[in-house]
């Protein structure tokens, strides 16, 4: 990682910087999943009610899946290429 910033500055490159520990975080759900209510946010006037998922949660089955989807829509247009 050194070398790489190194060639970079002494060629005058601009370097950009992307966090993607958490691009499952981005990914939407096409299908449905629904969870119980997390503790400490139950509704008490309606315990037995489920909560939908719109976007992708750290250790869903899918978040992978939909993160890297996610990323490869952001990086395609840019000429990037991601592989799974």
């Known amino acids: 990682m050194r070398a790489m910033i190194v060639v970079a500055a002494s060629r005058g490159w601009l370097l950009h910087q ?3 520990k958490n691009a499952f975080l981005h990914g939407e759900l096409q299908e449905k999943v629904y969870l119980d209510q997390p503790p400490g946010y139950e509704d008490m ?8 998922l719109r976007k992708a949660l750290y250790g869903l089955k899918q978040a992978r899946e ?4 996610k990323l490869q829509s952001i990086l395609s247009p840019l000429a990037f290429v991601c592989q799974m």
């Open 18 to 20: 992307m966090d993607v």
């Open 45 to 52: 006037s309606h315990p037995n009610y489920v909560c939908r």
């Open 66 to 69: 939909h993160g890297m989807t």
